[in-house]
C-alpha cells in the first residue's frame, strides 16, 4: 500500500510533475491511501473555499488510516529513537511515519531528508512506475 504525505498531495492539486502523474496513477489504480495527519494539514492549508473544496474532493477519493493506539505507539519509538540519536523531526511526520509504520505502508513523499532517518520505513519516489 502506497501512503501518500502531504506534499506529494500539494503538488498533485499543482500538477506538479513528476508527482502529479504519480499520484494520479495511484489513485487510479486505487493503491493510494493517505493518513488522519495528511488530512487535517491539508484542510488547514485550504486558504480559500475554492481550494476548501478541491481538496475536500481528493480526500474523499483516498481512503485514511488513522491514528490508532498501534499507529500512535509506532509514532513515539519513532520520536525517541530520533531525539536519541540527535536527528529529530517534527511531530507530524513523527505521527506520520507511525501511521504508515503500523500498516506495512510506503510512504510517497518529498521530504526524504527527515522520512529517511526512521528506521525500517519504506519510501517511494515520486516518479511514476512504468
Known sequence: MIVADTDVLIDFLAGR???AERVALAIERGQLQTTT???V???AGARTMRELQTVRALLQALPTLTLDE???DRAADVKRDLERRG???GMADCLIA????AHDGVLLTRNER???RVPGLALATSTPPR
Not at 98 to 101: C, Q, Y
Open 87 to 89: 536527528q529529530p523531526i
Open 41 to 43: 494539514e491539508m484542510l
Open 114 to 116: 527527515h522520512f529517511a
Open 37 to 39: 495527519v495528511t488530512r
Open 17 to 19: 510533475e513528476p508527482t
Open 70 to 72: 498501534a499507529a500512535a
Open 98 to 101: 507511525g501511521i504508515v509504520l
